[in-house]
Nanobody, 128 residues
């Protein structure tokens, strides 16, 4: 059983930064991609970023490229999301999740349905 605990959310002004962290336990994660997915009110879940712990392959949704950076610390089984130059459109609940199957697929990994074992989420609110 996988347990994921997110932290780091909060209120931030537009243009500011926030760092989210996800602590994972219960399984070896080196062969499973981990990702961040967000859910804004009234919108569908949106893939944000994913990383393959074994080789640090990454993928980002276009809207966050150049602003967000996903990273992992395999020794501590944590995954972080550094968010810079935030804007109100980034307001959402951010979830950490583990891909439901091992390995890396650059195209499929951007689908929220590829992820299971979700954390409880952390709210990020960006004020204008």
């Amino acid at each position: 059983q996988v347990q994921l605990v997110e932290s780091g959310g909060g209120l931030v002004q537009a243009g500011g930064s926030r760092r989210l962290s996800c602590a994972a336990s219960g399984r070896t994660f080196s062969t499973y991609a981990m990702g961040w997915i967000r859910k804004a009110p009234g919108k569908e879940r949106e893939f944000v970023a994913a990383i393959m712990p074994s080789d640090s392959s990454t993928r980002y949704v276009d809207s966050v490229k150049g602003r967000f950076t996903i990273s992992r610390d395999n020794a501590k089984t944590t995954v972080a999301l550094q968010m810079n130059r935030l804007n109100p459109a980034d307001t959402a609940v951010y979830y950490c999740a583990v891909r439901i199957r091992p390995g890396w697929d650059y195209f499929r990994v951007s689908r929220p349905s590829e992820f299971g074992s979700w954390g409880q989420g952390t709210q990020v609110t960006v004020s204008s």
